[in-house]
């Protein structure tokens, strides 16, 4: 009885650890301007909720064209990503392509340091005109995500037995057919999968977003910076952004989570 | 497919047996040697020049790695990444193991508590820096107010002594329930008969979880090692909604980043970006083999 009043204890406190950070956005976002800056404790809930802080940011601020953007360029860099990774990653689950060089070239671009890239991609870009374009960002969050999709639908693919595939040819399917009637309604599940960590990755993604971005293509998480300040920091403004921008990511982490595991360790850990 | 009723001679020799597989790989290995190869190579060539955006660039050999070598700020940001990679891997790996143990066994609700716990996983770590600037601000922010409510004094989160460490706070914060959940799924699946025979010989908990469960665990161990390292030495996102690289807080990305777009001195920025990517790739050469073996231990 006592063992499980402290294993309920410690499972309660460390929920709280990680959720109450997450739940103050969603208070303060509902806080007058009075109550954010107001030192007791009580008003941590007890507070009259109001709307203020998200009128102001959808009538002052482009907030819903920049939340526009991030939709545009997270949905079309997810799009890219799977058109480019879906055959290579086959390629290499079922004929070795390469000899696992190509493979390991493949997932070390992933650990490219980002600020390196930067520079040079700024300037092809400015060339190209591609600076603060969607298509811009939508190019080069797919470079970010490729390397690592390929790797999680490898693994993917490799729970799919060869055998499979090979019956299926001596009934004479032609390879077009069996990775159309064989290989892809099976490689459906992890397809979606590694699809939402594009997505959530796309979304997330900060640093290019900053730099290539001005005005047209400027994404939410961008425009949220802007309420960074080193004296003035408006809290309102930033968690009511906040809270919207990570809701989609937060509802489809909790649909996910049996995967998440998975995708983040490219696969070695079935979570 | 476009290609069929026009050159058909094209399409067949993509598509016979011998190039297939080489036709799919062809999309990816062009973008992967457009976007990584092509900077890296840009990069080498300006990291041996002199140059500010403006003008021609000038040639000055080694200078630039020269200069490098005896730049304190330079060298403190690469020790304090190391430093902070040593910080939130170590703290992580805690957190993560003592949780997994505790939450190794059937209980109600089982899945709205993982649901939870993996909730800030994926969160923007830009939105998250907002966020605990906030949470842990001097005057205003609620974790001070509650250290004051309870009778201690108002932390200093921010000062220059501090703020690495707060750095690290938030960053282990994000992540320990990522080890936790890699190393419970290890517990999930170690032999029960094992434990069972340990138990009937009269071993201790303790010399059980020495001698059989630490040891099984030490691929996926390995494997959480290898992939934070990986990604902490790229940390950068909290800083933006931070320090921005102030008070005793800037890493390697930061200071690459901060030279080449903010001092506009793309030739020392470019040394600094092949330094860093020098470092990453030593890094991954030596993590990358073990991550494998740990990856087949695990298939």
């Known amino acids: ?271 | 497919m476009e290609a069929v009723g026009r050159k058909p001679t094209i399409w067949e020799t993509l598509t016979n047996e011998k190039n297939f597989k080489w036709t799919l790989v062809a999309p990816l290995l062009i973008i992967l040697v457009i976007f990584a190869l092509y900077p890296l190579i840009y990069s080498f060539y300006f990291s041996f020049h002199d140059w500010g955006m403006q003008g021609a660039p000038i040639m000055t050999g080694l200078k630039n790695f020269r200069q490098l070598v005896f730049d304190q700020t330079f060298l403190s940001a690469v020790g304090r990444t190391f430093k902070a990679m040593v910080i939130c891997i170590s703290v992580e790996l805690l957190l993560g193991l003592g949780i997994a143990l505790l939450w190794n066994r059937d209980f109600p609700g089982q899945n709205i508590v993982r649901g939870l716990a993996l909730l800030p996983l994926m969160v923007a770590p830009l939105i998250l820096s907002l966020l605990w600037y906030f949470l842990l601000d001097y005057n205003f922010g609620a974790v001070n107010q509650v250290l004051e409510a309870i009778g201690l004094s108002k932390v200093y989160w921010w000062s220059p002594n501090m703020a690495l460490y707060t750095i690290c706070f938030i960053t282990i914060w994000q992540w320990f329930p990522f080890s936790t959940f890699v190393l419970l799924a290890g517990l999930k699946s170690l032999p029960k008969d094992v434990f069972e025979a340990a138990r009937v010989d009269g071993a201790s908990g303790w010399y059980t979880f020495r001698r059989l469960t630490l040891p099984m665990l030490t691929p996926l161990i390995m494997i959480i090692v290898v992939l934070r390292a990986m990604w902490l030495i790229r940390l950068m996102d909290p800083l933006f909604g931070t320090t921005r690289g102030g008070v005793n807080t800037e890493l390697l990305d930061w200071i690459v980043y901060r030279t080449s777009f903010v001092m506009f001195d793309i030739g020392y920025g470019s040394a600094m970006a092949v330094f860093s990517w020098a470092l990453t790739m030593i890094l991954c050469m030596l993590m990358f083999r073990q991550l494998m073996k740990a990856l087949a231990a695990n298939r």
């Open chain 1, 1 to 271: 009885m006592i063992r499980k009043i402290l294993f309920w204890a410690a499972t309660i406190l460390i929920l709280l650890f990680i959720t109450l950070p997450l739940a103050w956005i969603y208070l303060t976002a509902f806080k007058s301007n009075a109550d954010i800056f107001d030192p007791s404790l009580r008003k941590f809930v007890i507070f009259t909720p109001t709307l203020d802080n998200f009128r102001s940011l959808f009538a002052d601020y482009p907030f819903w064209k920049n939340f526009l953007n991030t939709i545009i360029i997270s949905v079309g860099s997810t799009i890219l990503t799977m058109v480019i990774s879906l055959p290579a990653a086959y390629s290499f689950a079922r004929w070795n392509t390469g000899g696992g060089d190509l493979l390991y070239f493949t997932i070390s671009t992933r650990m490219f340091p980002p600020a390196v890239a930067a520079i040079p991609h700024f300037m092809v870009f400015k060339t190209v005109g591609l600076i603060d374009t969607h298509l811009g960002l939508i190019i080069l969050n797919t470079f970010f995500n490729v390397s690592f999709a390929t790797f999680l639908l490898y693994g993917y693919f490799n729970d799919i037995p060869a055998e499979l595939e090979q019956a299926a040819m001596v009934d004479g399917y032609n390879r077009t057919e069996v990775f159309r009637k064989i290989v892809f309604p099976l490689i459906k599940p992890g397809l979606a999968v590694t699809a939402m960590f594009c997505l959530i990755w796309s979304w997330n993604e900060f640093f290019f977003a900053f730099l290539f971005s001005r005005n047209i293509a400027k994404p939410v998480n961008v425009l949220l910076s802007q309420f960074w300040g080193g004296l003035q920091v408006q809290y309102g403004l930033m968690t009511a952004g906040a809270a919207i921008t990570i809701l989609p990511t937060l509802i489809m982490v909790w649909f996910m989570q049996r995967y998440i595991i998975r995708g983040l360790t490219f696969g070695a850990v079935k979570g």
